[in-house]
């Protein structure tokens, strides 16, 4: 998974007169472009580890990142008339982050997505993960790396005037029950033309299974605003991965044409949401992987449109990965508070989470995500922005 190029596939920014007023404004509260990242305390854990809040701002994007789980807590972008929102689902204090169970904006590792029964075997040598979704073991067990205090490293780049954190963990041998010690480190970057690119990369001292992604949640109409049922989405995935009653899947890559899954032309994110179709009823929603035409890549490679047709903010997004886990916030049932002071209820934000398949290390055929000493595990993903 080495990445040997870098594709930058970067949507227009929004145009004429409401874009460069929001510039000067964006300019004159002091954020600046290129400058480094400011960091204010956020909280405290109960053990007394503080949790900073790091504030990143560059072209037209504003962003804070949490040091707790590498949470990103805000995404603002402007419309198609400069006005900023908030497009990312969060909370406005630390001790909401450390009940809830959404992973709202957090790093997920060591394993993003499911594994049966939090068990698979490695080299012939059976290993038992920590389980905390009914039987399986999800995004990394009961205490992953969304439950983790990452050191954090600002940057700016005077040359490219780009602008970002280096977040560092090193997960023990043994941790959640995955073998080998594995030092993490991940790169937020703000790029002077606004874009957001994630970096992975991950050695590992004993053969294991690494698969990290990230979990925000994206309402490009603004957090609190209501649902994402009116998005428009394009995906560039004939085939997707069919699940069990457990969210588990089958290890069919099945077609999505004449399904519910076809999002290979753009449609709205309700179009199909409520047909009776299997898949459709047991998750509540789209709760699935599906398979990128494009297949693993060297450099981040465009896969996914989404736009929001009331504001006209638009998100491209290009990955090295595979797979992408569409997940369309069925589970949201209105008993958390956002930043906005408003409920999340069913459907108030969605997930486009860049991954290798869900329990690939129990499907021999899905593409591997075995890591053995010596090896560098990388990752990119790359979000451009536009309004129009």
């Known amino acids: 998974m080495e990445t040997s190029r870098r594709t930058v596939l970067a949507a227009a920014a929004a145009a004429g007169i409401a874009v460069a007023a929001a510039d000067t404004a964006y300019a004159s509260n002091g954020s600046g472009r290129g400058r480094k990242p400011t960091k204010e ?22 962003m804070k990142v949490l040091s707790y789980g590498g949470i990103v807590q805000s995404l603002e972008l402007p419309d198609r008339r400069g006005r900023y929102a908030n497009v990312s689902l969060g909370f406005g204090n630390l001790d909401d982050y450390l009940t809830a169970t959404t992973f709202f904006g957090a ?21 038992q993960l920590s389980v905390n979704d009914g039987e399986n073991s999800l995004h990394g ?22 602008v970002g954190l280096r977040l560092h963990y090193t997960s023990a041998d043994g941790e959640m029950g995955y073998p080998g010690t594995l030092r993490v480190t991940v ?14 990369a991950a050695t590992t001292d004993r053969a294991t299974v690494v698969n990290l992604t990230n979990h925000t949640y994206y309402n490009l109409a603004g957090e609190g605003s209501g649902d994402i049922l009116g998005h428009q989405l394009r995906l560039a995935a004939g085939r997707y991965t069919p699940t069990d009653t457990t969210l588990i899947p089958t290890g069919e890559l099945a077609r999505v044409a004449g399904t519910p899954f076809d999002f290979r032309r753009t449609k709205t994110v309700g179009e199909d949401i409520r047909d009776a179709h299997e898949q459709l009823v047991t998750a509540q929603g789209y709760d699935h992987n599906w398979v990128l035409d494009k297949g693993l890549s060297d450099g981040p490679e465009h896969f996914a449109t989404l736009r929001d047709p009331r504001s006209g903010r638009v998100m491209r997004v290009a ?34 989470e860049t991954q290798h398949f869900p329990d690939s290390p129990n499907q021999p055929h899905f593409p591997s995500t075995v890591l053995r000493p010596g090896e560098t595990y990388r990752s990119s993903t790359l979000h451009t922005f536009a309004a129009r």
Not at 41 to 50: A, I
Request: glycine share 16%.
């Open 187 to 200: 790169t937020y970057t703000l790029t002077n033309r606004g874009d957001w690119r994630i970096d992975y």
């Open 107 to 127: 790093l997920i590792g060591r394993y993003g997505n499911r594994i049966a029964q939090g068990r698979f075997t490695l080299d012939g040598r059976t290993r």
């Open 141 to 162: 067990g009961a205490k992953g790396f969304d439950k983790r205090v990452w050191d954090v490293e600002p940057f700016a780049d005077r040359r490219s005037s780009d």
């Open 319 to 352: 990955t090295t990965e595979p797979g992408v886990q569409f997940y369309s916030g069925n589970f949201l049932d209105g008993t958390l508070t956002g930043t906005s002071g408003r409920t999340y209820r069913q459907g108030d934000g969605m997930c486009l």
């Open 41 to 62: 305390l956020f909280g405290r854990l109960p053990d007394g580890t503080k949790v900073h809040r790091w504030t990143l701002a560059n072209g037209h994007t504003r």
